[in-house]
T-cell receptor, first 113, second 113 residues
């Protein structure tokens, strides 16, 4: 696969549960981004990784949200104690270090009942 | 606050028409601006990227212009086709190490056959 992949494509959970969303970036891309897109809105930045470290997590809405990228490739976005307001499409993007172009995955649609 | 606005929110045109989508941004100190296309259930596809020093970019039937001083960009689509139906998103990148994108809310385009 040449593109960014995200799993699962859809996730339905109950309020209060814990969820993990996975992103597989394009091989060799050092930068990885998570965005959240609510219905009728544009994507909003959550967090940026350069390699293994979170270089900018200023977009995470609160401490229930956390993301990791332990080996500098796959990233997992973790949401604790989910709330109905967390329902959205979570998008992942990756890019090469010096490039301007971010390549987006298809997203994970999260529904919190 | 750095905000990006797109008008109209939705647009329906008959096949063959030329059309213009608008994007405005509040902070003119941008690094670059991109136009994306989003199809349902799929990730974002980059259409055109304009650096802050450029005035326009063209790709096939698409032409994007940038006027930094007025905080505006337009995406011109010539001879629209039903396959152009999608949501079009404008995204601005400002300076800094993160390279995060600030997106508008998008324009939902429907081209009627």
């Amino acid at each position: 696969g040449a593109g960014v992949s995200q799993t699962p494509s859809n996730k339905v959970t109950e309020k209060g549960k814990y969820v993990e969303l996975r992103c597989d970036p394009i091989s060799g891309h050092t930068a990885l981004y998570w965005y959240r897109q609510s219905l009728g809105q544009g994507p909003e930045f959550l967090i940026y990784f350069q390699g293994t470290g979170a270089a900018d997590d200023s977009g995470l809405p609160n401490d229930r949200f956390f993301a990791v990228r332990p080996e500098g490739s796959v990233s997992t976005l973790k949401i604790q104690r989910t709330e109905r307001g967390d329902s959205a499409v979570y998008l992942c993007a990756s890019k090469r270090g010096s490039s301007d172009t971010q390549y987006f995955g298809p997203g994970t649609r999260l529904t919190v009942l | 606050k750095q905000e990006v606005t797109q008008i109209p929110a939705a647009l329906s045109v008959p096949e063959g028409e030329n059309l213009v989508l608008n994007c405005s941004f509040t902070d003119s100190a941008i690094y670059n601006l991109q136009w994306f296309r989003q199809d349902p259930g799929k990730g974002l596809t980059s259409l055109l990227l304009i650096q802050s020093s450029q005035r326009e970019q063209t790709s096939g039937r698409l032409n994007a212009s940038l006027d930094k001083s007025s905080g505006r960009s337009t995406l011109y689509i010539a001879a629209s086709q039903p396959g152009d139906s999608a949501t079009y998103l404008c995204a601005v990148r400002y300076g800094g190490a993160t390279n995060k994108l600030i997106f508008g809310t998008g324009t939902l385009l429907a081209v009627q056959p």
